[in-house]
């Protein structure tokens, strides 16, 4: 069993920063992790992956080149550095993590656990 616990949301403006973390309790058993964000009326979507044993890296087409989804090994930390921000990165962000199952790493469907999740407001 896997628990993990987000942390670093809030309200920034438009163009502003936030960094997410997520704490896993065991590294053991995971395969890929991800960040998914959830805004009112739409789906679960995914944000950034990373695989862990390799150090890759992927990215939604509509975050690249402003979020960057990183690891701390060490600390069994995730992290999700988001900069430029803008209205439409509204949502509740969720840590997940998950076995080798197949897939792609966008799909939630491939992970068997999810953090709390953690708001995530941006105003213009």
């Known amino acids: 069993q896997v628990q993990l616990a987000e942390s670093g949301g809030g309200s920034v403006q438009a163009g502003g920063s936030l960094t997410l973390s997520c704490a896993a309790s065991?590294?053991?058993?995971?395969?890929?992790m991800g960040w998914f964000r959830q805004a009112p009326g739409k789906e679960r979507e995914g944000v950034a992956g990373?695989?862990?044993?390799?150090?890759?890296?992927l990215y939604a087409d509509s975050v690249k080149g402003r979020f960057t989804i990183s690891q701390d090994n060490a600390k069994n930390t995730l992290y999700l550095q988001m900069n430029s921000l803008k209205p439409e990165d509204t949502a509740i962000y969720y840590c997940a993590a998950g076995p080798a199952n197949g897939g792609t790493w966008s799909d939630p469907s491939r992970y068997n656990y999810w953090g709390q999740g953690t708001q995530v407001t941006v105003s213009s």
């Open positions: 065991t590294s053991e058993s995971i395969y890929r």
């Open positions: 990373i695989y862990p044993r390799t150090g890759a890296r």
